[in-house]
């Protein structure tokens, strides 16, 4: 794996901060938010100048129950091969549920949402990435999220399940420390423990992000400064491996270049401290779990290796930092007894995750019953900001109605989404907002029902509206007797 550097996530709203802002190294696009035939300029430039790109994609629901669909990882690939990018990552989440495979209907969380560490949920995801990883031209590294809540039965610490993933199909993992922070607040798991666990050599880059708490829990916002403790779990990672990349994410709430610059300073100053620490050797606890991880290899040093033992669960021979790591995007060998086991469960382990899944989505999104075993109170907070990410962009994917709508806009859309969830992303979902509140006579200001009604019908059909003849007829005639 190239070393990257560091890096800053690539949002049109700080294009131009990025592109004067020195020591960035390399910049992180949203793959979803890039057009492959009409790249941004300022992304051209920066490609120009030797920087690298990489697309990021948050859409494929690489850990839901179905399998990845081919449509996305084409479009993904198109990306890659524009971008000239050495790597590609995703996520580990689903993100839609129901369909076929539960005979319920599908719907989309809009938002990343946890895998139940499972036997069912790792064999299911070991198969989507191995299909992700034939469909794409590079590299796949995939990423930890952050969680507010947490699956009954889970079977492995998050370390145990990402070591046995990259174990059992080579891929190069993406580590979020704000998201090991987010889950050690909201599900008390600790960090320092789960980075033990991990096959270090399998890092391909790190990611470091701000957040915030209320009421005892941590939102993952990327919306505000990186706080110390994330950056404490930082400078841990860096005393055990010198990470190929670290790059800031900013979603929003985009502060001044210089805070920024900030932000990057801090976080170049954590890796120095870890790299230092790791210089000098600083011992450090590890639980017997974390010990049998890769990491545990390279602060013993190579005359004193790991124990072989695999982690909890592991069915067959676990890599460790002393054997051979697995080539870039490679399957590691010696993986048949593994891969065996995962073709011959998959289907039942497939079906059973898919009607979990289907259920916690639906208590999420259109408030049918919590499956049992969940916190209630955590998916009602969970419920409450999913419903909120799906109001602020629905407002960014469609800023005409807020404009139209008010100060009415969030509450309208609040009181819709509870009992219409999202089915086929957000630009629909602007369309169904709208088109529900017209049909049920919601609106009392017949010039704002009159405009909606307008923005509405520009949209719904098979093409704009105004692009039609005899609209493009009316409102010229229109525009003439107005001149009179």
């Known amino acids: ?43 051209v430039r920066l490609r120009e100048r030797g920087v690298t790109v990489i697309p990021h994609g948050v859409s494929l629901g690489l850990g839901g129950a179905e399998r ?50 499972t036997r069912d949920a790792l064999d299911v995801l070991c198969e989507h990435v191995r299909i992700a990883q034939d469909a794409l031209p590079v ?22 399940f990402l070591y046995e993933l990259a174990d059992r199909t080579g891929v190069r993992l993406l580590i979020d420390v704000a998201n090991l922070h987010t889950n050690h607040v909201n599900r008390g798991e600790d960090p320092a423990k789960a980075l033990a666990e991990l096959p270090l050599e399998a890092i391909a880059y790190v990611h470091v992000a701000g957040g915030f708490e209320r009421d005892g829990v941590w939102h993952d916002s990327h919306a505000h400064a990186v706080p110390q403790p994330v950056l404490d779990i930082l400078t841990d990672l860096a005393s055990r491996v010198s990470p190929p990349g670290v790059l800031l994410e900013r979603d929003e709430n985009f502060p001044e270049p210089g805070e920024l610059k900030g932000e990057l300073g801090a976080i170049r100053g954590a890796l120095e401290k870890g790299a230092s620490e790791r210089a000098a050797q600083v011992p450090r606890a590890v639980s017997p779990e974390g010990a049998r991880g890769a990491g545990a290899a390279e602060r013993a040093g190579a005359e004193s290796p790991p124990p072989k033992t695999p982690p909890v669960g592991t069915t067959h021979p676990a890599r460790t930092a002393v054997d051979t790591p697995p080539g870039d995007g ?23 995750l898919a009607l979990a899944q289907a259920a916690l989505l639906s208590a999420l999104v259109a408030g049918t019953p919590v499956p049992e075993g969940f916190d209630r109170v955590r998916l009602g907070v969970q419920a ?92 010229a005639t229109r525009r003439v007797l107005l001149r009179r």
């Open 68 to 117: 990845p669909d081919a449509g996305r990882l084409a479009a993904l690939a198109e990306r890659v091969e524009a971008l000239g990018a050495p790597l590609v990552t995703e996520h580990i989440a689903f993100v839609r549920a129901g369909g076929p495979l539960t005979a319920s209907p599908r719907l989309e969380a809009g938002h990343l949402l946890p895998v139940p560490r």
């Open 384 to 475: 409450r900001a999913l419903a909120g990410k799906r109001a602020d962009v629905v407002a960014k994917v469609a800023p005409e109605l807020p404009v139209i709508l008010g100060n009415g806009y969030r509450r309208a859309f609040l009181g819709y989404s509870h009992g219409h969830p999202m089915t086929d992303g957000y630009r629909r979902d602007a369309l169904d907002f709208a088109g529900y509140l017209l049909a049920e006579g919601r609106l009392e200001d017949a010039r704002v029902r009159a405009e909606l009604q307008e923005w509405w019908l520009e949209r719904s059909g098979p093409r704009p509206r105004s692009r039609r003849p005899g609209v493009r007829l009316a409102r």
């Open 139 to 160: 590299p796949l590294a995939v990423e930890n999220i952050a969680a507010l809540i947490s699956w009954p039965g889970e079977e492995m610490t998050e370390g145990q």
């Open 330 to 352: 490679e399957r590691a060998p010696g993986l048949e007894e593994g891969t065996a086991r995962a073709e011959a469960v998959t289907e039942p382990a497939r079906q059973r």
């Open 1 to 43: 794996m190239e070393r990257l550097g560091t890096g800053i996530g690539w949002r049109p709203e700080i294009a131009d901060a990025v592109e004067r802002m020195p020591g960035i190294d390399w910049v992180e696009a949203v793959a979803e938010n890039v057009c492959p035939g009409h790249l941004p300029e300022a992304l």
